[in-house]
């Protein structure tokens, strides 16, 4: 059960639903986050609503099946829609669309690929500065520096950034410089850096695992809204299966399936998806029509030379014909 405690709920009427919460055979978890403070009661004894509904101090109270609590749309009527400021939003009511390389490498190629956002209306560029490599000689990013300098130039230009953390140290040093904490897909069930994002008041973007269920990323979610965030976004950028002709398998069923359970927002990325270039556009808007909020994908001013993920990214003539494609579904899903 979730109980939404009043915003001006006294100490003692707390401690009452508390106790009254655990006579009902239920343990309790206190969550306080940016919007509310919630009980979590886990239990699966039946009971009658009405004895704790009638506590003062009690602003909502729902029943949740679901064994994750906080992000299962069963108690949750409205979709959350995260702000990321200047009105860019991740979630129900636009389309978001985010991209950028898969690695951030020079001035030279910010501010190109800036230029190609702002041309094409989009508000939210990606890229890596902290890279996950298979191999450890691979270029694993320009680090906080690099981070520094594309702020600059984002900011300047009026670009919110997402780009991945991959460890709990480097939540503080990014803090001030990024508008999207992202988990990779190799750090989803990292529970330590999650607990962490659930303590800072930035969005956060969880990629599915590699091998995760969506079981698996509604829980990794849960971590961070039970440590006190509720900016989350949820990611599916496909998972490994016994297919070779694709990078990964893009999971699409994973896009309806996560709003159905989830009211957080529900972003693809086609890019790793299937991680074949030519691919890349028929697996975006197949994500769109399936449902996704967003798009995040790579694109760069010459892929052949990109860092990293070269394959699978877009030039800047294919992004702009994704872009202009992705809002033409999006508005087609719309009008059903
Ligand atoms: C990326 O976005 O560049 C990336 C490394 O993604 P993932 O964690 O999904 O592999
Ligand atoms: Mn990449």
Same mark, same amino acid.
């Given at each position: 059960?979730?109980?939404?405690?009043?915003?001006?709920?006294?100490?003692?009427?707390?401690?009452?639903?508390?106790?009254?919460?655990?006579?009902?055979?239920?343990?309790?978890?206190?969550?306080?986050?940016?919007?509310?403070?919630?009980?979590?009661?886990?239990?699966?004894?039946?009971?009658?609503?009405?004895?704790?509904?009638?506590?003062?101090?009690?602003?909502?109270?729902?029943?949740?099946?679901?064994?994750?609590?906080?992000?299962?749309?069963?108690?949750?009527?409205?979709?959350?829609?995260?702000?990321?400021?200047?009105?860019?939003?991740?979630?129900?009511?636009?389309?978001?669309?985010?991209?950028?390389?898969?690695?951030?490498?020079?001035?030279?190629?910010?501010?190109?690929?800036? %230029? !190609?956002?702002?041309?094409?209306?989009? #508000?939210?560029?990606?890229?890596?500065?902290?890279?996950?490599?298979?191999?450890?000689?691979?270029?694993?990013?320009? *680090?906080?520096? =690099?981070?520094?300098?594309?702020?600059?130039?984002?900011? %300047?230009?009026?670009?919110?950034?997402?780009?991945?953390?991959?460890?709990?140290?480097?939540?503080?040093?990014?803090?001030?410089?990024?508008?999207?904490?992202?988990? =990779?897909? #190799?750090?989803?069930?990292?529970?330590?850096?999650?607990?962490?994002?659930?303590?800072?008041?930035?969005?956060?973007?969880?990629?599915?695992?590699?091998?995760?269920?969506?079981?698996?990323?509604?829980?990794?979610?849960?971590?961070?809204?039970?440590?006190?965030?509720?900016?989350?976004?949820?990611?599916?950028? *496909?998972?490994?299966?016994?297919?070779?002709?694709?990078?990964?398998?893009?999971?699409?069923?994973?896009?309806?399936?996560?709003?159905?359970?989830? !009211?957080?927002?529900?972003?693809?990325?086609?890019? !790793?998806?299937?991680?074949?270039?030519?691919?890349?556009?028929?697996?975006?808007?197949?994500?769109?029509?399936?449902? %996704?909020?967003?798009?995040?994908?790579?694109?760069?001013?010459?892929?052949?030379?990109?860092?990293?993920? *070269?394959?699978?990214?877009?030039?800047? !003539?294919?992004?702009?014909?994704?872009?202009?494609?992705?809002?033409?579904?999006?508005?087609?899903?719309?009008?059903?």
């Amino acid at each position: 059960m979730i109980i939404q405690l009043a915003s001006n709920t006294e100490p003692d009427q707390r401690k009452i639903i508390t106790e009254r919460v655990a006579q009902l055979g239920y343990k309790v978890n206190e969550v306080k986050t940016q919007e509310a403070t919630y009980l979590i009661g886990i239990g699966k004894k039946e009971f009658d609503i009405r004895l704790l509904g009638s506590l003062p101090g009690i602003a909502d109270i729902h029943r949740v099946s679901d064994d994750y609590k906080l992000v299962s749309r069963k108690w949750k009527v409205d979709r959350s829609k995260v702000d990321l400021g200047d009105q860019v939003f991740i979630g129900e009511g636009s389309l978001a669309i985010m991209a950028g390389p898969c690695s951030i490498e020079s001035e030279k190629q910010v501010d190109l690929t800036i %230029a !190609h956002l702002l041309e094409n209306g989009v #508000r939210i560029m990606r890229g890596g500065v902290f890279k996950p490599r298979s191999s450890p000689y691979a270029f694993r990013g320009l *680090g906080i520096d =690099g981070l520094k300098m594309w702020y600059t130039k984002a900011r %300047a230009a009026g670009i919110k950034i997402i780009t991945e953390v991959m460890q709990v140290s480097q939540i503080a040093e990014m803090h001030d410089y990024i508008d999207v904490f992202q988990v =990779g897909a #190799r750090n989803t069930q990292n529970f330590n850096l999650l607990d962490e994002l659930g303590r800072v008041d930035k969005p956060v973007m969880i990629k599915r695992g590699i091998s995760g269920t969506i079981e698996e990323l509604l829980y990794s979610a849960e971590y961070v809204f039970a440590a006190g965030n509720e900016k989350i976004i949820l990611c599916e950028r *496909g998972i490994r299966t016994y297919e070779k002709a694709s990078r990964n398998t893009m999971d699409v069923n994973a896009i309806p399936i996560l709003k159905e359970k989830s !009211h957080l927002p529900v972003v693809a990325d086609p890019s !790793h998806g299937i991680g074949v270039r030519d691919f890349v556009e028929p697996v975006a808007l197949a994500a769109v029509m399936a449902g %996704a909020d967003g798009i995040i994908y790579e694109t760069h001013q010459k892929p052949d030379e990109a860092l990293s993920d *070269g394959q699978q990214t877009l030039d800047f !003539h294919e992004s702009k014909r994704l872009i202009t494609r992705l809002n033409k579904a999006y508005e087609l899903r719309e009008s059903f």
